[in-house]
């Protein structure tokens, strides 16, 4: 998962704008951050390791004049958590120099990088989005073009910002599988993963990028071609689930209302008996108030979480995230003597949950009922999401009853694939679910090993 950011605009600050932004997508990757500006065709790039206030100062920013800007924050899904691959990535090709962010997973990355590399073209990074960057800076055609050559070569899930010279560049592979919202700053354009970004800077939504289109701005202002016929389409619905900010509208509608309906579907199709209902904070929240409304059962908090400490799931390593389950959670008193209704979003490898049913019976709870606003999920995303190989997915193997043992629970019970697609109001053919049912919308890779290009830089 990562964030992405574009601004054109000769009369505002385009780097701090950008620098704001990101602090909104600071959800969608916490690995590195960046930002390229191009003052009058000069290109300039700060991007590190770590969150958006640990790579950026008020000197810095300064230090980025111009009046395009583009603007990344990271959690790698192809190539290492190192700075080498931090985007905004920049390639200096034979006919351009591009800097570019990108969210999404390449599946054919493999391919293209040996191709690349057989035509003499040198790669710094080991992450598939230098691929893109490679691709559109060889092209000698003009830029539009370029870019809709590359994209016709690529597979798999790409939202990519790109900066050449004093143009700005937006597109998004034909499933439209990561989002990319459009947006206007007074008279200037702006682009973003998910509007909370524009809401942050006073921006507004105007529409989605359309899968397989190509934006481009420049000083006459912004032009649209669509480079490839859209596909079927296949926006993430884990991005309704989970992924994205509850106060993001994707789709036309708006994440938190998505899911609470969840939450009350939830209650419909797996009720219980219980004294209250409770989340895990805070990605299962609005789902626990949608289940507390249908329910009727109290609604109240039960864990207080440290939001000092990463999100669990976007820790890159397993011992890592071990650790932050510790850090992150602690139980109150409230619910002692108490029967629990624990409300989340989704199991992934199990870890998590299991831990914290046995801190809430630690905590004096005489039972735990938990429930998941999402079916199991049993199968990997290849199209950005670095959630789990399938032999750790704590559900690919095991049926509903294997689960609650797993994690203690006194019962367990998951929301259904019609009741999550009837939450989020998008048709059923215009979303991917794979990861939910082992039905792939675009092509998947050979191999998932996100370090699968760490030793071949060349
Ligand atoms: S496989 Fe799952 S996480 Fe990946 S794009 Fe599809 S729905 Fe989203």
Redesign the pocket.
């Known amino acids: 998962m990562c964030g992405v950011f574009g601004i054109r605009s000769v009369d505002r600050d385009v780097a701090r704008l950008t620098y704001f932004a990101l602090f909104a997508l600071q959800h969608r990757g916490q690995e590195s951050a960046g930002i390229a500006v191009s003052e009058g065709g000069r290109l300039t790039v700060l991007r590190d390791m770590g969150l958006v206030a640990q790579v950026f100062n008020e000197q810095q920013l300064q230090a980025l004049p111009g009046e395009v800007a583009i603007g990344h924050t990271r959690y790698s899904t192809t190539g290492g958590a190192h700075w080498s691959n931090a985007q905004p990535l920049v390639h200096h090709g034979r006919s351009r120099t591009i800097a570019l962010g990108h969210n999404g997973n390449l599946t054919n990355a493999g391919a293209l990088r040996e191709e690349l590399i057989a035509d003499g073209i040198r790669l710094g990074s080991t992450s598939d989005t230098e691929v893109i960057a490679a691709l559109i800076a060889r092209d000698p055609a003009p830029l539009p073009d370029a870019v809709a050559a590359t994209m016709a070569r690529l597979e798999g899930?790409y939202s990519v910002v790109a900066l050449v010279d004093d143009t700005l560049v937006a597109f998004r592979d034909r499933h439209g599988?990561r989002p990319l919202t459009l947006g206007h700053l007074g008279g200037d354009m702006v682009v973003a993963s998910e509007s909370c970004a524009f809401d942050l800077i006073g921006a507004t939504v105007d529409r989605d990028v359309r899968p397989g289109e190509v934006l481009w701005f420049d000083g006459a202002g912004m032009h649209s071609t669509q480079a490839l016929p859209e596909g079927r389409g296949?926006a993430?619905?884990?991005?309704h689930v989970y992924f994205a900010r509850p106060d993001s509208r994707l789709d036309g509608s708006e994440v938190y209302s998505s899911r609470v309906r969840m939450g009350r579907q939830l209650a419909v199709e797996a009720p219980a008996v219980a004294d209250l209902v409770m989340s895990i904070p805070d990605s299962g929240t609005p789902a626990a108030i949608g289940f507390a409304r249908a329910s009727g059962i109290p609604y109240e908090e039960g864990l207080i979480k440290n939001r000092y400490v990463g999100r669990t799931f976007i820790q890159p390593d397993q011992e890592l995230r071990r650790q932050g389950i510790k850090l992150k959670f602690n139980p109150l008193d409230e619910i002692a003597g108490q029967r629990v209704v624990v409300v989340d979003d989704s199991i992934v490898r199990g870890n998590t949950m299991q831990q914290l049913v046995t801190m809430l019976f630690e905590a004096g709870a005489t039972e735990v009922h938990v429930r998941i606003s999402s079916p199991p999920v049993v199968?990997p995303?290849?199209?950005?999401?670095d959630?789990a190989d399938e032999d750790e997915l704590a559900a690919a193997h095991r049926s509903v009853e294997e689960m609650r043992e797993r994690i203690g629970a006194t019962s367990l019970h998951y929301l259904s694939l019609e009741g999550m697609q009837t939450a989020t109001r998008l048709p059923e053919n215009s979303?991917?679910?794979?990861?939910?049912t082992r039905d792939?919308p675009a092509a998947v890779p050979s191999s998932a090993d996100k370090m699968r290009f760490e030793t071949a830089v060349v």
Do not use: D, T
């Not at 993430?236 to 991005?239: R, S």
């Not at 979303?431 to 939910?436: D, E, G, I, M, T």
């Open positions: 899930a599988i296949a993430c619905i884990f991005e199968s995303c290849f199209y950005g999401i959630m979303v991917c679910r794979a990861c939910f792939y």
